[in-house]
């Protein structure tokens, strides 16, 4: 019955000049990939003829979405038992406004709809969409569209996530094809230019790009392949924490993937990142949960440095040994992995460079081929250095194999690192724990003869005569404290420095922790004392350092003393010059001997001398050899022989920068500056005839 109403109300109109205008309601009409429902249809002949239709409910072919409560207005339309011709369309797209086109809907072709560019988000917007029994297509043409305002659509249609912002202009040109309700081929080009971008939480932004992305998708027996091309060459990009900037080194990016279900494969991937990284890869992704399922290869073919320490890797680092370096070279690797977690890889390093700008580590020229594989029975791996440092002190040309294991790594055999004139030998050397937050090292090793006048002038300090030598047995390192667990012996001075009880926690944090125990036996004065110009002394001397703790280097808190022994036969004279600097190290005035009798004199005889220091907070408290006489003061210089010259110190307590000043002074040339005490306060310096 309805199509009978619908038949006469588009019967011819009646004689010339007396026009009619008629109205129905239909309730559907559809055809090959499109359907009206709720059709009122208003037909007007007065002038013009003229067709306006609203309908409650539009479908067509994707991508474009149902519409609903539209109103359609076409001059010179037609609407019968076959469809809806329109050659002027006309009508109110929500969200966008007037429209103007050509439509077409055939009971037998299909549906043919192009609409001409219409303004849309500050840009045009035109499409064409054609669509019958044997498929559809859809071509879309953007121009200078605003990125925030697509932002809006996408979200409305769940593309995007919410609160996301966007900004920018956006060109697209794309084509669709389908079958039915699925898509079957996508061709399209997107331009962003001048765009910005941010998630909720700020921390992946992106402003300034200048992005181009080309993409072909096809359907394929069961699934989807595709390939897609993406150049990013402007602006910046935030990802938490790292920071790209695409002036200076642009992003290109080439993959093809093939989808199936929840399972999908990538092939041919190729990624260049300015002249800085080229990364190659493939791999499949089975569904599950991210990254169980994962399998694949990834090559780097070239990473640069300083580039990618700088921007890709220091990010992620900073706070440890390896978060402050001047790098410089070239590395390459590949990475296997399956089900979600690496299982071999091969690193090959060439002329590496890596210097700690804090001075605490540097490899120079280095290049290595290093081998791992998580069932372990890799292939032994190889490490050299044309030089190095540890805390400014420099490390030789160093050749060495290594054995890579799941968790670490040990040494198959000695290895010899040449330091200054001597050398460190690394006996034994066994890493384990890596991956887990609790590393584990074991070490055994030993000192070759070194220069102690190398050495002191790498240090900065005033050249002298020695040896260093000595043995570091049983390096433990875990939970993060590296401790020693023999004692250290080190020979120096024609004397022993024995350190026991050595740990150092976080030895590459920001503040390491240095704590342990020190003694000196049997140094030879004369040379230390011309080492340092403080003023010749012949003698002998014991030390210690008891409960020591030292924080990023400095002291924190100790028992100091230096002493000479009673016992022993030595000799025992001191210059005037080194009274001098000990009565200035005492807080004293420096030189008071210079003049009258005493000052015939070059050295002077003594029983015993030394000075000991307890750190506590910044004060150190003092104390002497021996007590003064009556129990006031104490002794720093208890004279002997004639003329005997006595230093007895007065002051018990003395800021520690303060004792570190004197120290500084008392070892500079010539004059000794130093400030005058009061009566009772410094050491005095006293002469006599009593042995």
């Not at 008629?22 to 013009?48: C, K, N, Y």
């Not at 202009?169 to 084509?175: A, F, H, K, P, Q």
């Not at 129990?631 to 005997?644: F, K, M, N, T």
């Amino acid at each position: 019955m309805a199509w009978l109403v619908l038949i006469l109300a588009l019967a011819p109109a009646p004689a010339t000049g007396t026009g009619m205008r008629l109205s129905l309601e239909i309730g559907q009409l559809d055809g090959p990939g499109w359907a009206l429902s709720g059709i009122r249809a208003e037909v007007d002949t007065t002038a013009a003829p003229r067709l306006g239709l609203r309908v409650s409910h539009l479908r067509l072919p994707p991508p474009v979405p149902p519409l609903e409560d539209l109103r359609l207005d076409c001059p010179g339309g037609r609407l019968g038992a076959d469809g809806l011709a329109c050659p002027e369309l006309r009508m109110v797209l929500p969200g966008v406004g007037a429209v103007t086109g050509r439509l077409r809907l055939s009971r037998a072709s299909g549906v043919d709809l192009e609409l001409d560019p219409f303004p849309l988000a500050g840009g045009r917007v035109g499409l064409r969409l054609q669509g019958g029994p044997g498929g559809w297509r859809a071509r879309l043409r953007v121009r200078e569209v605003e990125a925030e305002a697509l932002a809006a659509l996408t979200q409305q249609w769940e593309l995007l996530p919410r609160q996301w912002t966007l900004s920018g202009r956006v060109d697209l040109e794309g084509e669709i094809r389908g079958q039915g309700g699925t898509p079957g081929d996508l061709r399209g080009r997107l331009t962003w230019r001048r765009g910005a971008f941010s998630d909720p939480s700020g921390r992946l932004a992106g402003e300034g790009l200048e992005l181009v992305l080309e993409g072909v998708a096809r359907s394929v027996a069961g699934g989807w392949e595709g390939d897609l091309e993406a150049d990013a060459r402007g602006g910046g990009v935030y990802a938490d924490p790292v920071f790209l900037d695409l002036d200076a080194r642009p992003v290109d990016l080439r993959l093809r993937a093939r989808g199936q279900g929840e399972r999908l494969q990538v092939s041919g991937l190729h990624l260049h990142w300015g002249q800085d990284l080229t990364l190659r890869g493939e791999g499949r992704w089975s569904g599950e949960v991210f990254p169980r399922g994962l399998q694949g290869r990834l090559d780097v073919e070239r990473a640069r440095f300083p580039a990618v320490y700088d921007t890709l890797l220091q990010p992620f680092l900073r706070g440890t040994v390896l978060g402050d370096l001047e790098t410089a070279g070239e590395v390459s690797a590949r990475l296997d992995w399956r089900g979600g977690r690496p299982v071999r890889a091969a690193v090959t390093a060439d002329g590496l460079f890596a210097d700690d700008r804090l001075g605490r580590l540097g490899l120079y020229d280095a290049d290595a081929r290093l081998l791992w594989d998580a069932r372990g029975g890799a292939p032994m791996s190889h490490l050299g250095l044309m030089g190095g440092h540890l805390y400014r002190l420099p490390l030789g040309m160093t050749r060495m194999a290594l054995q890579l294991q799941p968790d670490g790594l040990h040494l198959p055999g000695e290895v010899r690192i040449p330091v200054l004139d001597g050398a460190l030998r690394v006996h034994t050397l066994a890493l384990r724990g890596l991956g887990t937050g609790d590393p584990q090292l074991a070490l055994d090793a030993s000192l070759m003869p070194v220069s102690m006048g190398q050495l002191a002038a790498h240090l900065g300090m005033p050249p002298f005569q020695g040896i260093l030598s000595g043995s570091i047995p049983g390096v433990r390192y875990r939970d993060g404290v590296l401790s020693v667990g023999g004692r250290l012996a080190v020979r120096a001075f024609d004397g022993l420095a024995v350190v026991r009880d050595l740990s150092l926690r976080e030895p590459f944090g920001r503040a390491p922790v240095l704590t342990g125990e020190l003694a000196l036996e049997g140094m030879d004065l004369a040379a230390l004392t011309d080492a340092f110009e403080f003023g010749r002394i012949r003698g002998r001397l014991h030390g210690y350092a008891r409960d020591l703790e030292l924080v990023n280097w400095s002291p924190a808190r100790f028992d100091a003393a230096l002493y000479t022994p009673l016992e022993g036969d030595f000799p025992r004279r001191i210059s005037q010059q080194a009274l001098d600097n000990l009565v200035d190290l005492g807080g004293g005035v420096g030189g008071a001997l210079g003049g009258g009798f005493l000052g015939l004199f070059d050295t002077f005889g003594y029983r015993q001398l030394g000075l000991a220091c307890r750190l506590e907070g910044a004060v150190c408290r003092m104390r002497g050899v021996a007590p003064g006489p009556e129990g006031r003061g104490y002794y720093i210089v208890q004279g002997a022989g004639l003329p005997r010259v006595d230093v007895i110190g007065h002051t018990r307590e003395v800021a520690w920068r303060e004792l570190l000043a004197r120290l500084a002074a008392a070892l500079e040339r010539g004059a000794v500056q130093g400030k005058a005490p009061g009566p009772s306060q410094g050491p005095a310096a006293s002469s006599g005839t009593n042995p």
